[in-house]
């Protein structure tokens, strides 16, 4: 990496503070299944009444990056404009077998791997060109994985606002404060994508942190 | 004698070591079935390479990816993130058919390694 490079990413998160954009490039991110794209279109259910993409039960059903420009939220007189960033999930492995348990062909999970493979390179290409990122986690799983690890290692080195979003607490084992041990130095929202619960707090975060 | 190879590398070597060249070190001795351990680690940007390059390597049938076990990196404050050097903590990586994390905070990690591929 050259100097200038290197010294740019250093002093990122200062040059970010003096300089607030109008417009917002924010990312989605986390692990396969986390509930990236149920989020993502809550979010603009709720603010355009549109959707972003179609979700499973079956990882990496997102295997390209998705973006939608021009979302504005509004909540309690502030409000922000983001153009979001819908990443495929995260991982260190793709294992076409894993597939196939849902029933797919070989040929079919094969295909699936290959595109899974693509996508994680994609997502992790979009890391330089955010301003800021919503790092969901799936709150009944353990949060300390080497990618959940990666990406907030990521973020922090790049200087990007950060916020964590803990996802699924309508299930019943979910535990957000298991997150909020794990990355102290971050704010958690715990929420659930699906049923829309905590939602609001989730708006007044985003426009407080990414506004 | 059978087993599974470990390589420790000091901080020392990482040191001398270029980025990419640790990063393809790591996944050639990983490919071929060794479990390396880092003395240093490796910065989020280094991970992040290690990954993409990992998901170009995967073949579908003999390598399907690699397991990382490290640590979160400590909040380094303000002059932190100035004269920081980013380095990481102590990383183990091998296969991810070989090597698995059982359990894993910010301050202990256990993990297995099996011996059949």
Redesign the interface.
């Known amino acids: 990496?050259s100097v200038i490079v290197k010294i740019k990413k250093?002093?990122s998160?200062l040059f970010k503070w003096f300089t607030k954009k109008d417009r917002m490039k924010i990312g989605i991110y986390g692990p396969p299944n986390a509930g990236k794209t149920t989020l993502a279109n809550r979010i603009l259910r709720d603010w355009t009444g549109d959707i972003m993409g179609s979700v499973s039960d079956v990882p990496h059903e997102t295997r390209r990056a998705r973006l939608r420009e021009g979302v504005k939220i509004e909540v309690d007189g502030k409000s922000v404009m983001l153009d979001i960033v819908d990443t495929p999930g995260?991982?260190?492995?793709?294992?076409?077998h894993e597939f196939m348990k849902f029933g797919m062909s070989e040929e079919e999970a094969?295909r699936r791997?290959?595109e899974a493979?693509?996508g994680?390179?994609e997502a992790?290409k979009w890391?330089d060109d955010l301003d800021g990122v919503l790092m969901v986690m799936d709150a009944t799983e353990?949060p300390?994985?080497?990618v959940n690890?990666?990406i907030?290692?990521?973020i922090?080195?790049r200087?990007l606002p950060l916020l964590i979003v803990a996802n699924k607490i309508d299930l019943p084992n979910a535990s957000p404060a298991r997150i909020r041990a794990?990355?102290p130095?971050h704010p958690v929202v715990p929420i659930s994508a699906l049923k829309g619960l905590n939602i609001d707090t989730l708006y007044r975060e985003i426009a407080e942190r990414f506004g | 004698m059978e087993g599974v190879q470990l390589n420790l590398i000091s901080k020392d070597r990482l040191d001398k070591m270029a980025?990419m060249e640790k990063i393809r070190m790591i996944l050639e001795e990983v490919k071929r079935g060794k479990i390396v351990v880092l003395e240093s680690g490796l910065?989020?940007?280094e991970?992040?390479k290690l990954?993409?390059l990992?998901?170009?390597e995967?073949d579908?049938d003999k390598f399907?990816?690699?397991?990382?076990?490290?640590?979160?990196?400590k909040?380094k404050g303000f002059f932190g993130?100035?004269f920081g050097s980013?380095g990481g903590r102590l990383t183990v990586i091998g296969p991810?058919n070989r090597l698995k994390?059982l359990q894993?905070?910010?301050e202990f990690i256990e993990a297995l390694v099996s011996l059949g591929r």
């Open positions: 990496m250093k002093f998160f995260l991982a260190t492995k793709i294992d076409f094969k791997a290959k493979t693509e994680v390179i992790i890391l353990d300390y994985t080497q690890v990666t907030v290692g990521n922090e080195a200087g794990a990355f130095q | 980025s910065t989020p940007e991970e992040a990954i993409e990992t998901m170009l995967i579908h399907v990816g690699i397991e990382v076990e490290s640590y979160p990196q909040s993130k100035i980013g991810a994390t894993k905070s910010d």
